[in-house]
């Protein structure tokens, strides 16, 4: 089955930084990429996601890098507010999974004011 | 349009208790998932519904069984709660087709003695 590899764990960056989390998955069959964030005590909240047939998606201060052929793909978010603070997981879904999707570890970001 | 609800909100069990936790969703959608939430862990898929009617293991589905009692409802039953299952408990649902976001629920939160 697919496996997601999600790094780093945490990530501490001051207000108004940029932050980078990567992701790794193993099925090369896997066709959709989304991110979720997820604040404390919340529910998982869908923020950008990528389908294998573009190599990256942004929408205002985030963006999505996908590079198939590493099998690697990345959240991006510049000018980080504190508000960002949050885990966020990456996520592949398998064409030959029946539509589930596989999540990384997940990443807490924390913005310092 | 209340999108994916959950009920009990927190539940706590004896080791051997049964229970069964409650998802429904107004949206019509076709696929249904139930994951866990272990801290420090990505979210485990443990059943799926794709559509009424059927019902399809995912990763963990030991000590687990489901019912999709009817398109809007997809329920999770533990037949002999173990303290392994103290866990965050996210139902899901998610359109056929071209869309492929999962809508999250709110979390049911269980803990077993």
């Known amino acids: 089955g697919e496996n997601v590899e999600q790094h780093p764990s945490t990530l501490s960056v001051q207000e108004g930084d940029s932050a980078v989390i990567k992701c790794t998955y193993s099925d090369s069959a896997s066709n959709y990429f989304p991110w979720y964030k997820q604040e404390l005590g919340k529910r998982p909240q869908l923020i950008i996601d990528?389908?294998?047939?573009?190599g990256e998606k942004k929408d205002q201060r985030i963006a999505v890098t996908l590079n198939k052929t590493a099998k690697h793909f990345s959240l991006h978010i510049t000018e980080t507010q504190p508000e960002d603070s949050a885990v966020y997981f990456c996520?592949?879904?398998?064409?030959?999974?029946?539509?589930?999707?596989?999540f990384g570890g997940g990443t807490r970001l924390m913005v310092k004011p | 349009n209340a999108g994916v609800t959950q009920t009990p909100k927190f539940q706590v069990l004896k080791t051997g208790q049964s229970m069964t936790l409650q998802c429904a969703q107004d949206?019509?959608?076709?696929?249904m998932y139930w994951y866990r939430q272990d801290p420090g862990m990505g979210l485990r898929l443990i059943y799926y519904?794709?559509?009424?009617?059927?019902?399809d293991k995912g990763e963990v589905p030991n000590g687990y069984n489901v019912s999709r009692l009817n398109k809007r409802e997809f329920s999770l039953r533990l037949e002999s709660a173990a303290p392994s299952q103290t866990s965050v408990y996210f139902c899901?649902?998610?359109?056929?087709?071209?869309?492929?976001?999962?809508?999250f629920g709110p979390g049911t939160r269980l803990l077993v003695l």
């Open positions: 949206m019509n959608h076709n696929s």
């Open positions: 996520a592949a879904r398998s064409g030959n999974a029946g539509n589930m999707l596989t």
């Open positions: 519904s794709a559509s009424e009617g059927t019902t």
């Open positions: 899901a649902s998610r359109q056929q087709g071209a869309r492929e976001t999962q809508y």
């Open positions: 990528i389908r294998s047939n573009v």
